[in-house]
């Protein structure tokens, strides 16, 4: 049908190919009826109708269908008989559009590689879609929905290396979003992504290879995961892994929860894989790749020492004689905790510190969300998440978890000394402001070592001024390189400015250059999809949900906390339950984990649902306990009239009297609002 078959001929029986299925059956046939009817009537009957339909017309253009065909012992062209007809010009333009493109994608489908140089040397490339699609494309027949394919994913699959090899100095975009299966189940990945599908990847592994160094391996998929992990969670050959370690890939890249390749490789028990990272690592060792050992000590890598063989692992740095891997292995825990300090530096504003400290080599620094020192000053600029996390009471929840009430003019001033006397300090919350206490301060009285106390004080001095603006200039001006930095989630500096909300300063500084307002974070936004103005309120919380939850993300999976919690919760551990939240409400998570009053309650551990509620655990909060009916009409279309149990009903029916009166009082200082 691509090539000019007519399906309106009838053989000598009178019957057409589509009566013919029909007539006979055969095994198969449904399959084949499926196709022939998805190409009808055909390109050529088509055009050739008396009135041409424009949309017919280039949906099998779309298809891939050809503009020539040999007809006895001639050469036929469409387009010149169209141009000899009165036909409109439309119809004409639309073949002219299409039929280098397809002549192109079939040549190549045929497997011949002359044709690539044919084509070069007619010059005709500018005319070519290479990455044009098939828009009928279907992995199998009914099990899988029509899913348009890119040329280069058909040109894979005919299993030649040499002819891929010529396809890819096409420069073929590698990257478009793409998948076979519906959206709903597998979302769309970036093309070369399909390389470690089980279901389309390539027949040999050299194609993978060839394939992957010319694509971007810093993009990643919707949860932020490179193609090394993707290739990992697919169960992917170690012949694969390899190859992609082999391209380039950064290993100390995170996916949005924080974890890293070798992260996964543990948690899928898969000592093989491990161990092919591990030696990757030795590998960058052995060929002095100072450059790229730098960028994972920077980007805070925690395994770039082997945990066994560290004899070995001397053995190989000592025989390469170099003083700079000598020194940068030597120093990996001091750098890292250097680019922490920065971080912080950014975090709480103190631009003169951080100038201070800042240096070319620390301009690659991320944190293990990704997140650049830019980042950083930009999520802060506006005061985000600056100030002491508010529960829906109005008062600081660290204060309450810890059995304090502090007024607006009080400062928490809290004893975080360590062991050294040097590095004596002490860090002071408010409105995330971190100030130095002299060590002098600390040796006599209620500040002395080990000792934990509350006080009023003063934040007159210089040293809390914020100034993110300051270190945002600094660092544009400095390492303009760092505007182009992505995070676990693909966003740019420029989509934190939007995201956090920035000052209208802060987005011309960082958009005069223009050159990241078209980075596509994961989920196909630029940074101007989240202009709140532009896409609305609800929108834009909606897009921003995932970047603002991000820390909390990575806190919660590093430390096992949903699990931990839950055991607490049941066990009634109230002493482990007391070590888990202050970090919890730190990260501003105690909304996601509200429910867990009800589990309380229902177990009969009353005074730890006090705890939660006064540590600032929600209480406008809602449970269904009659268990809804999937087959029940009302019940799917969540219409039923089962009743909703509030946490103060359910606090009531218990008995809970203290319980009941604190929520009450709760009620009074702050309106709540019903959540269901």
């Known amino acids: 049908m691509r090539c000019g078959a007519c399906p309106l001929q009838k053989n000598k029986a009178g019957r057409t190919p589509e009566e013919e299925i029909l007539f006979h059956k055969k095994p198969g046939w449904e399959e084949n009826l499926h196709w022939l009817r998805k190409y009808h009537p055909g390109l050529w009957a088509a ?70 140089g044919m084509w070069k040397a007619a010059e005709h490339l500018q005319k070519v879609d290479i990455n044009a699609k098939d828009f009928s494309y279907q992995f199998y027949y009914r099990d899988y929905p029509t899913a348009p ?60 290879a060839r394939i992957l160094r010319d694509a971007d391996l810093n993009i990643r998929n919707i949860h932020g995961q490179t193609v090394l992990i993707e290739a990992m969670l697919n169960g992917e050959t170690e012949g694969v ?104 530096l950014a975090k709480c504003g103190n631009s003169a510190q951080l100038i201070k400290l800042m240096s ?16 950083i000053a930009i999520q802060y600029s506006n005061g985000n998440k600056t100030a002491i996390p508010q529960s829906s009471n109005g008062q600081n929840p660290m204060d309450r978890a810890n059995g304090n009430i502090v007024t607006q003019e009080e400062i928490v001033l809290k004893d975080i000394s360590s062991n050294d006397p040097h590095t004596d300090t002490t860090q002071l919350f408010k409105s995330g402001k971190d100030c130095k206490i002299l060590c002098s301060l600390k040796k006599d009285g209620p500040f002395k070592k080990g000792h934990q106390c509350w006080k009023k004080f003063s934040t007159q001095g210089g040293n809390c001024v914020q100034d993110h603006v300051g270190i945002i200039k600094y660092l544009v001006q400095e390492y303009p390189l760092m505007l182009g930095l992505t995070n676990n989630l693909g966003q740019s500096p420029l989509h934190y400015a939007h995201i956090y909300t920035a000052s209208q300063e802060v987005i011309d500084l960082i958009d005069k250059t223009g050159s990241c307002s078209q980075i596509k974070d994961v989920y196909d936004f630029v940074p101007e999809d989240y202009d709140k103005l532009q896409c609305g309120e609800q929108t834009f919380n909606v897009r921003r949900r995932p970047t603002i939850n991000l820390d909390l993300d990575i806190f919660l999976t590093e430390s096992n906390f949903e699990e931990r919690f839950h055991q607490a919760i049941k066990a009634g551990n109230i002493d482990e339950v007391k070590k888990l939240v202050p970090p919890l409400l730190e990260h501003n998570g105690e909304s996601r984990f509200s429910q867990a009053l009800f589990d309380c309650l229902d177990a009969g551990h009353i005074s730890l649902a006090n705890f939660l509620v006064t540590s600032g655990f929600q209480t406008n909060i809602f449970k269904q306990y009659e268990t809804c009916d999937p087959d029940e009409p009302m019940c799917a279309m969540m219409e039923c009239s089962h009743a909703v149990t509030s946490l103060k009903q359910r606090a009531t029916d218990i008995g809970a009297s203290d319980l009941v009166k604190q929520i009450e009082d709760l009620h009074k200082k702050t309106p709540q609002v019903a959540l269901a």
């Open 47 to 116: 055009v050739k109708c008396k009135n041409p339909d424009p949309v017919l017309i280039e949906r099998l253009l779309r298809y891939w269908c050809r503009t020539v065909k040999v007809v006895g012992r001639e050469t036929a062209n469409l387009k010149c008989q169209v141009h000899m007809c009165e036909t409109q010009l439309d119809t004409v333009l639309l073949l002219e559009k299409y039929e280098n493109t397809n002549e192109m994608a079939l040549s190549m489908l045929s497997g011949k590689l002359q044709f690539v």
């Open 149 to 208: 394919r890119p040329l280069l994913a058909a040109v894979w699959e005919i299993n030649q290396l040499r002819l891929v090899d010529a396809f890819m100095e096409l420069n073929p975009d590698t990257c478009v979003k793409y998948t076979f299966e519906s959206e709903a189940a597998s979302p769309p990945k970036p093309l070369f992504f399909q390389l470690v599908n089980p279901k389309c990847r390539p027949q040999d592994e050299a194609i993978t």
């Open 241 to 344: 892994i390899r190859a992609i370690l082999n391209s380039g890939i950064n290993i100390a890249a995170r996916d949005a929860l924080g974890r890293t390749a070798r992260d996964h490789s543990e948690l899928l028990k898969r000592s093989d894989y491990k161990h092919l990272i591990d030696s990757h690592v030795i590998e960058l060792v052995k060929e002095c790749d100072l450059e790229r050992l730098e960028a994972l000590v920077l980007q805070l890598y925690d395994h770039i020492f082997p945990e066994s063989n560290t004899q070995s692992f001397a053995n190989i740095v000592s025989r390469k004689n170099s003083k700079q891997l000598c020194q940068l292995l030597r120093n990996t825990n001091s750098t890292q905790a250097h680019v922490k300090k920065l971080f912080k």
């Open 360 to 375: 070319r080599k620390f301009a690659n620094a991320r944190d293990k969300a990704g997140r650049s020192l830019l980042h």
